[in-house]
């Protein structure tokens, strides 16, 4: 069975500073998809980014960036040049198989300080 | 183009009632899962469908069910409603289902308090 595992309960970053997000997951697909999703306090869930494990290549969006590590299966999450729009909760999830199922960690809270 | 839909946003019902949720996909969009997400259990798969039918079900007891109608638009029913029902309900739509890497949005989610 997959699994995705958010180690940081809770983390907290000053505006216009670079965080990392954690996320480890387990899985004996060779084809599959990770995302970062984000939940600021509306509850709305919106799609941060995406990778496709057969891409070597890591994912950017913006001040968005990924560091996939396919061996290590781990897939951090990178926010630079952070905004206070930023705080929210951030939900690491894994796509695999011959399923649309996203399987969620547990998230990180960010709180981006002024 | 109009994002995902769910109404209603908003229900409070009492032990032993059932209640329906409704979910609107995306233009276009022909797959609709939903998830349930509480504070102890955090976000769980409950369903899947695509083109009417259920391709996909998550770990919960036969109370919940859901259907899928031909313009897409999902319902999920919950039936003799226990206090641990109270959640945010989330319904995503994506263009397609099964292995793709098309990308899942998501509702503004059913809040459902059960007293």
């Known amino acids: 069975a997959q699994t995705v595992t958010q180690s940081q309960p809770e983390m907290s970053v000053q505006e216009a500073e670079t965080v990392t997000l954690s996320c480890t997951y387990d899985t004996s697909e060779n084809n599959y998809y990770l995302f970062w999703y984000k939940q600021p306090p509306s509850r709305q869930m919106i799609l941060v980014i995406r990778?496709?494990?057969?891409?070597?290549q890591n994912a950017t969006e913006n001040r968005f960036s990924v560091n996939f590590q396919k061996a290590a299966k781990s897939f951090s999450l990178k926010i630079s040049d952070s905004q206070l729009g930023d705080t929210a909760m951030y939900f690491c999830?894994?796509?695999?198989?011959?399923?649309?199922?996203?399987?969620f960690g547990t998230g990180t809270l960010l709180a981006v300080q002024p | 183009k109009a994002g995902v839909t769910q109404t209603p946003r908003y229900l409070i019902k009492t032990r032993g009632q059932q209640v329906t949720l409704s979910c609107s996909p995306i233009?276009?969009?022909?797959?609709v899962s939903w998830y349930q997400q509480t504070p102890g259990q955090g976000l769980q798969f409950l369903f899947e469908y695509f083109s009417e039918t259920q391709r996909n079900k998550g770990n919960f007891p036969g109370r919940f069910s859901g259907r899928q109608f031909s313009n897409s638009r999902s319902e999920m029913n919950v039936s003799t409603l226990e206090l641990g029902d109270s959640a945010l309900y989330l319904c995503?739509?994506?263009?397609?289902?099964?292995?793709?890497?098309?990308?899942?949005?998501f509702g503004p989610g059913t809040r459902l308090t059960v007293t």
């Open positions: 999830a894994f796509r695999g198989g011959a399923t649309n199922k996203l399987i």
């Open positions: 995503a739509s994506s263009l397609r289902g099964g292995p793709s890497s098309y990308e899942q949005y």
């Open positions: 990778q496709e494990a057969y891409k070597q």
């Open positions: 233009s276009g969009h022909r797959s």
